[in-house]
């Protein structure tokens, strides 16, 4: 709901497409210092840092809703909030994929992830209707009353994610001693090593791993060419292409959130046999495929189609991305190594920033369809280099 509600916000008040992926970039602000979380969640546990993400939230959407209502928001505000809220966001990733395989054997990872993606899934869907639908018949600070309970609601639901004593109390003799073992690291381990010792390992141990190092790559190329159009430059999209209003801003974004719920189902199934590694590659290609075709519609429901398909991929290629750098790294790491994973968000920030002045100078159709050709070549490159880890074999458990 906010990102469409902001961004919407940002490219009527600025009418600036630089502006527009500006605010999309400031969102993942906080992937430089992602590791650390990781190494957070590793020392102190993930629940912990759900309750301090989802309370900032909560204040963040309070406030802009405060000044909503006063009629004191402004482009420059909303930029400021986004900032903030960038600095954390893009964790929450790695604390909940971290708490999946913290508890979960390997070989039903893949499942639980795909059932973890479509609760994410299926709220977009939700969330990009009802932003678009609420700002639209009743203003942004009832919109952002909505906002502000659900991350209210989501904080107090986190409070129950984890209390590390009341697990070990609530759990049989056998139990325990399975939660303790599938602890990311022993707490006579923890005072060992300084956080940023952790840290260095963590970069020394993905540098050395073929499966590790081909799904950063993978994760750093999405978001530097897949991921723009959807995330940043939707509202640009709706109004300069489509000529739509918030609606089929809203409906566009339920498109792509449609897709990848349907690939989140596929997955959660956990029938998929290709092998995560194979699929994350062909899935890449496919949405890379779908991208190109979407820049070149110009009427809402073949965009919507296109969108569709690229989120169904989309879901088929990040999942087992996932999934690949999971089962490769040693619980001790893996907190470390999906906060090192976070760092190819950054990929993002710089496809959004780059693709403003394309969009400005050469036009939106051309610029999209080059991001996708160059990701095609560059998907192909990655399969190349790490072809043994990526396609012949899946990564052990």
Same mark, same amino acid.
């Given at each position: 709901?906010?990102?469409?509600?902001?961004?919407?916000?940002?490219?009527?008040?600025?009418?600036? %497409?630089?502006?527009?992926?500006?605010?999309?970039?400031?969102?993942?602000?906080?992937?430089?210092?992602?590791?650390?979380?990781?190494?957070?969640?590793?020392?102190?546990?993930?629940?912990?840092?759900? =309750?301090?993400?989802?309370?900032?939230?909560?204040?963040?959407?309070?406030?802009?809703?405060?000044?909503?209502?006063?009629?004191?928001?402004?482009?420059?505000?909303?930029?400021?909030?986004?900032?903030? #809220?960038?600095?954390?966001?893009?964790?929450?990733?790695?604390?909940?994929?971290?708490?999946?395989? !913290?508890?979960?054997?390997?070989?039903?990872?893949?499942?639980?992830?795909?059932?973890? *993606?479509?609760?994410?899934?299926?709220?977009?869907?939700?969330?990009?209707?009802?932003?678009?639908?609420?700002?639209?018949?009743?203003?942004?600070? @009832?919109?952002?009353?909505?906002?502000?309970?659900?991350?209210? %609601?989501?904080?107090?639901?986190?409070?129950?994610? %984890?209390? +590390? *004593?009341?697990?070990?109390?609530?759990?049989?003799?056998?139990?325990?001693?399975?939660?303790?073992?599938?602890? +990311?690291?022993?707490?006579? #381990?923890?005072?060992?090593?300084? +956080?940023?010792?952790?840290?260095?390992?963590?970069?020394?141990?993905? =540098?050395?791993?073929?499966?590790?190092?081909?799904?950063?790559?993978?994760?750093?190329?999405?978001?530097?060419?897949?991921?723009?159009?959807?995330?940043?430059?939707?509202?640009? %999209? /709706?109004? #300069?292409?489509?000529?739509?209003?918030?609606?089929?801003?809203?409906?566009?974004?339920?498109?792509?959130?449609?897709?990848?719920?349907?690939?989140?189902?596929?997955?959660?199934? #956990?029938?998929?046999?290709?092998?995560?590694?194979?699929?994350?590659?062909?899935?890449?290609?496919?949405?890379?495929?779908?991208? /190109?075709? !979407?820049?070149?519609?110009?009427?809402?429901?073949?965009?919507?189609?296109?969108?569709?398909?690229?989120?169904?991929?989309?879901?088929?290629?990040?999942? @087992?991305?996932?999934?690949?750098?999971? *089962?490769?790294?040693?619980?001790?790491?893996?907190?470390?190594?999906?906060?090192?994973?976070?760092?190819?968000? =950054?990929?993002?920030?710089?496809?959004?920033?780059?693709?403003?002045?394309?969009?400005?100078?050469?036009?939106?159709?051309?610029?999209?369809?080059?991001?996708?050709?160059?990701?095609?070549?560059?998907?192909?490159?990655?399969?190349?280099?790490?072809?043994?880890?990526? =396609?012949?074999?899946?990564? +052990?458990?």
């Amino acid at each position: 709901m906010e990102v469409l509600i902001l961004g919407w916000y940002i490219l009527v008040e600025s009418e600036s %497409v630089v502006l527009l992926v500006f605010f999309g970039a400031l969102q993942y602000l906080g992937s430089l210092v992602s590791p650390m979380f990781g190494v957070a969640g590793d020392r102190f546990g993930y629940g912990r840092l759900l =309750w301090m993400t989802r309370a900032l939230y909560a204040v963040m959407a309070a406030l802009l809703g405060c000044l909503a209502a006063s009629d004191l928001l402004s482009p420059t505000a909303v930029l400021i909030i986004a900032g903030l #809220n960038g600095l954390v966001r893009p964790s929450d990733m790695v604390m909940r994929y971290a708490l999946i395989a !913290q508890y979960l054997p390997a070989s039903q990872l893949m499942g639980a992830l795909g059932i973890s *993606r479509i609760t994410s899934d299926s709220a977009r869907i939700a969330g990009a209707l009802a932003g678009a639908g609420v700002v639209a018949m009743f203003g942004m600070a @009832p919109a952002y009353l909505v906002v502000t309970t659900l991350y209210v %609601v989501s904080f107090m639901l986190s409070l129950q994610v %984890v209390s +590390p *004593r009341k697990i070990e109390s609530d759990t049989t003799p056998t139990a325990q001693t399975d939660v303790d073992a599938a602890a +990311p690291a022993s707490r006579s #381990n923890r005072p060992s090593s300084s +956080p940023w010792q952790d840290l260095r390992s963590a970069a020394v141990y993905v =540098w050395h791993r073929p499966a590790l190092m081909g799904g950063m790559s993978m994760a750093f190329l999405a978001n530097l060419v897949a991921f723009p159009l959807f995330i940043g430059l939707l509202p640009y %999209v /709706a109004k #300069n292409i489509y000529g739509v209003g918030q609606g089929g801003l809203g409906w566009l974004g339920a498109s792509f959130a449609s897709g990848a719920l349907l690939g989140s189902l596929v997955l959660s199934s #956990n029938r998929v046999r290709l092998g995560a590694g194979r699929l994350m590659l062909i899935a890449g290609m496919g949405w890379l495929v779908a991208n /190109a075709f !979407q820049a070149q519609t110009s009427t809402l429901l073949s965009g919507m189609a296109w969108l569709a398909a690229a989120g169904f991929a989309q879901s088929l290629c990040m999942t @087992p991305l996932a999934a690949v750098m999971l *089962r490769a790294t040693e619980p001790a790491y893996r907190g470390r190594v999906m906060g090192m994973r976070i760092l190819a968000i =950054w990929g993002l920030p710089v496809g959004l920033m780059l693709s403003g002045p394309m969009i400005e100078h050469l036009g939106f159709q051309f610029t999209m369809t080059s991001y996708a050709l160059v990701g095609m070549a560059l998907t192909l490159a990655i399969g190349l280099r790490w072809r043994q880890a990526l =396609w012949h074999e899946d990564p +052990p458990g």
